[in-house]
């Protein structure tokens, strides 16, 4: 509840006046039957007109009507409390997880990042609204309503006491064991946005493939796995509101008896069972509202400790003094340095695995190249071989176990974060097309002028498809640019990291979904326009590395080849091999 406090602790004064509010509302709510008692029992046995009974009436609708206008208001001021709160625990929550290093994000799951973001950050809002009004107004309406039939008739009322206690203490205990209850369902939520999450990305194989019956079988088994732990979680939560009724209704039934033959007897006025009854009402709501509170109090604990995790992760990969890294052995633009690393060096057991396209399990075993400025470097090898890894090395993504990766001369790990991103443009693999225009997907929120970017789309073959719609750089891509062909979506990639003229271009699988005239085609208006940038081009097919300065072969982690293509063709089996079966596949 700490975490929470944090947020709401800015609008305490507001709070307290809700509070107020919510206090008189309640106040003059339990006078109305203490007012009708009076109008039962003292004024029309004594009044010979209708005037006293009228204004005694005009007393009920006046506390009924401040009543409802207090309430009413309190909710509003509640409401507003709970959105502002809420807000800036979701404003931190994503800038945390912006900020997450690769090793971070391996280790909290987008799918869990997902359900706290949502579900978690929803339980959080309903608690802080409802503890203002419900907070007040139950405890209010049990003590108040105890208080006041001790007044009206303590014999009656010692039925009340002696329950109120009992159903207290089974409505803490029955919360505190249902956090535990609560913290299982939202791990099982995460589970349930992961395979979801699974699904919708990849819609279009499981289509292909007719696999909907086997992942509605497995959604489906998640769904159950859930629903039973929710419901297993609810029952216990739920079980002190029957209780309570049960406990209140046997003394409701006690107090009607007694009642009843007190009233018989002469010794108890009418107007004060019926006031008895409304306050048991009364006081039967305050123990279901604060059987409410303390459910929600539950998830809401649950949640805000699951929210808690992400916002306190402590900043990941902060920039190190020069004076702590040492200073590169050989010059060059871009240098590895026999650089080892491994995905799951430090979380083996949580770590989920997957960051930028590559498997945990993928490392780097002892890689050393360098890439002058304005050369041009291009990986090749199977897939799962580590070329992806290399470029979360250079962006600082991961640090490496072993050995230093250098930019410019710098040891990466000196660099400010935006310092050393700025100099990258990056296409990476199933890279992402937002819901917007054309023109804010390739200028991404940086000071690109409309020059740079239309330059950038003809260089990246895109000028053509995004000129032929009516609206050109103003057409709105649909989520994941799905209302564009795979090779329009890898163009408008490219053409996001050609704009800002980055230093260096990296572009990993960037190209396979062109046909070879097109990758030719771009690889040339690279070189002519961009031929200042250091380059680093990951491919499948060769075509697309052959003419760069060096190119590296890797093999499981290792590199088993560096040098030109010609080099590599007379010198490495594992690229020999490669270039035979695709300029057969060419050929065929």
């Given amino acids: 509840m700490s975490f929470i406090w944090k947020y709401v602790r800015p609008h305490r004064w507001f709070i307290l006046a809700v509070m107020l509010i919510k ?8 006078l109305i039957p203490y007012v009708l008692e009076h109008l039962l029992d003292h004024v029309i046995p004594a009044s010979d007109s209708a005037w006293p009974v009228a204004a005694w009436g005009g007393v009920m609708l006046a506390l009924t009507w401040i009543t409802r206008v207090l309430n009413v208001r309190a909710n509003r001021m509640s409401v507003r409390v709970a959105r502002d709160s809420t807000f800036a625990i979701r404003r931190d929550l994503f800038h945390t997880a912006l900020n997450l290093s690769g090793r971070q994000m391996d280790q909290v799951g987008l799918p869990s990042l997902v359900s706290r973001m949502t579900s978690d950050t929803y339980n959080v809002q309903s608690f802080v609204r409802m503890i ?3 907070g007040i107004r ?4 049990l003590l108040g309503g105890i208080a006041i039939t001790l007044t ?11 329950m109120a206690p009992v159903l207290i203490c089974l409505v803490s205990f029955v919360s505190w064991k249902g956090i535990p209850l609560y913290n299982e369902v939202q791990k099982r939520m995460d589970s349930l946005v992961r395979i979801m999450r699974e699904n919708i990305t990849g819609i279009r194989v499981v289509k292909a493939l007719s696999k909907e019956p086997y992942e509605e079988k497995r959604y489906g088994e998640a769904n159950t796995r859930m629903a039973r732990q929710e419901i297993r979680a609810s029952v216990i939560m739920s079980l002190p509101g029957p209780i309570a009724t049960l406990f209140l209704n046997i003394g409701l039934t006690l107090v009607v008896l007694i009642g ?3 009233v018989n007897d002469g010794r108890t006025a009418p107007g004060v069972i019926l006031a008895f009854l409304t306050y048991f009402n009364m006081i039967l709501m305050g123990v279901m509202g604060l059987n409410r509170i303390f459910m929600m109090m539950s998830k809401a604990n649950a949640s805000a400790n699951r929210i808690a995790e992400v916002v306190r992760l402590p900043e990941d990969l902060l920039p190190l003094p020069e004076s702590e890294t040492e200073a590169p052995t050989q010059e060059g633009c871009l240098i590895f340095d026999h650089v080892t690393f491994n995905y799951d060096a430090d979380d083996p057991a949580e770590s989920h695995g997957q960051f930028l396209g590559e498997e945990r399990q993928q490392c780097l075993k002892d890689i050393s190249f360098r890439v002058r400025r304005g050369g041009s470097l291009g990986i090749i090898g ?8 290399i470029v979360n090395l250079l962006m600082r993504f991961y640090d490496p176990q072993k050995g230093h990766v250098y930019v410019d001369g710098k040891d990466v790990r000196t660099y400010d974060r935006d310092t050393l991103h700025r100099k990258f443009g990056v296409v990476f693999q199933n890279d992402a097309i937002f819901a917007d225009t054309i023109r804010e997907n390739v200028s991404f929120g940086r000071d690109v002028t409309d020059p740079m970017m239309r330059r950038a789309a003809k260089d990246a073959m895109a000028q053509g498809f995004i000129e032929s719609y009516e609206d050109a750089y103003d057409h709105r891509a649909a989520i994941h640019g799905a209302n564009f062909s795979g090779g329009q979506k890898q163009r408008l990639l490219i053409a996001r990291a050609l704009a800002a003229d980055p230093e260096i271009l990296i572009l990993d699988d960037a190209s396979s979904a062109l046909d070879y005239r097109t990758d030719a085609e771009l690889r040339q208006a690279i070189r002519k326009h961009h031929g200042s940038a250091t380059t680093i081009v990951i491919a499948q097919r060769i075509s697309s590395i052959l003419s760069l300065d060096e190119i590296l072969v890797l093999h499981e982690g290792e590199m088993i080849g560096k040098g030109t293509h010609e080099k590599l063709l007379a010198s490495c089996p594992v690229y020999q091999d490669i270039y035979r079966t695709q300029m057969s596949e060419e050929v065929g």
């Avoid at 009206?152 to 002696?162: N, Y």
Wanted: charge should be neutral.
């Fill in 23 to 30: 206090l008189i509302g309640t106040g003059t709510e339990l």
């Fill in 152 to 162: 009206m008739d303590t014999g009656l009322a010692l039925i009340l006491c002696i």
């Fill in 382 to 389: 199977a897939t799962g071989s580590g070329k992806t890894s």
């Fill in 138 to 141: 139950a405890p209010i309406m």
């Fill in 132 to 134: 203002q009004t419900m």
């Fill in 260 to 262: 009843a033959r007190q």
